[in-house]
């Protein structure tokens, strides 16, 4: 969410210490044993022919996810289509998304808490290859919860969502966290490319 395009009111309250004062996952922490899912990003299948649009088709478990042998550098954003997100947070990693390859990223995420057919929507209007950048929802919000990232952004007609955050996890334990404010999401990229270089 971009500061300057929000009533002061609600841009206060997405940098109050609520939600920017306390890292919400620690160092060291294993995503793989949690039983949440995500989605792919995906588009509203027409027939059974061209896929399945439910739900227990398409979830990712955790360990599927960042298993053994795997790195991969994930940021998250508050919402799909919103101005930070569109505007300062994803076009680095689009940029960069061969440098965090080649410093080591076996797969780069953007996850949300949204819906998995506007987050693809979303890729699309970004023109995102999927082959370098996953689109990944968390639909229910509840790995947003379970890690205390859910946030309510009600006042801006969002609902419960997740806050902005960047993380490297190797082997399903996460090496780097990052709780971030608008501010911070031109740079993220680089921090994270910067922490994939010090695992190296």
Not at 75 to 87: D, E, I, Q, W
Request: net charge negative.
């Amino acid at each position: 969410l971009a500061k300057k395009r929000i009533a002061p009111s609600l841009s206060s309250s997405l940098s109050s210490s609520s939600l920017f004062s306390f890292r919400s996952i620690s160092v060291g922490t294993d995503l793989t044993t949690s039983s949440a899912t995500w989605q792919s990003a995906r588009p509203w299948h027409m027939s059974d022919d061209e896929g399945s649009n439910l739900a227990k088709d398409n979830v990712q478990s955790m360990s599927s996810l960042f298993g053994a042998s795997k790195t991969i550098a994930v940021f998250g954003v508050p919402a799909p289509f919103t101005g930070t997100c569109s505007l300062a947070h994803y076009p680095p990693y689009k940029a960069k998304a061969d440098a965090l390859v080649a410093a080591g990223a076996d797969r780069i995420v953007c996850y949300a808490v949204t819906d998995p057919y506007a987050h693809y929507a979303w890729s699309k209007s970004l023109g995102n290859d999927p082959t370098k950048i996953d689109f990944m929802a968390d639909t229910d919000g509840a790995w947003a919860k379970e890690h205390d990232l859910d946030a309510d952004y009600s006042v801006a007609s969002l609902g419960v969502r997740s806050k902005r955050f960047s993380m490297v996890v190797k082997d399903g334990i996460v090496k780097s966290f990052h709780l971030l404010e608008s501010e911070d999401a031109p740079n993220d990229a680089d921090t994270l490319l910067e922490d994939l270089e010090a695992l190296a």
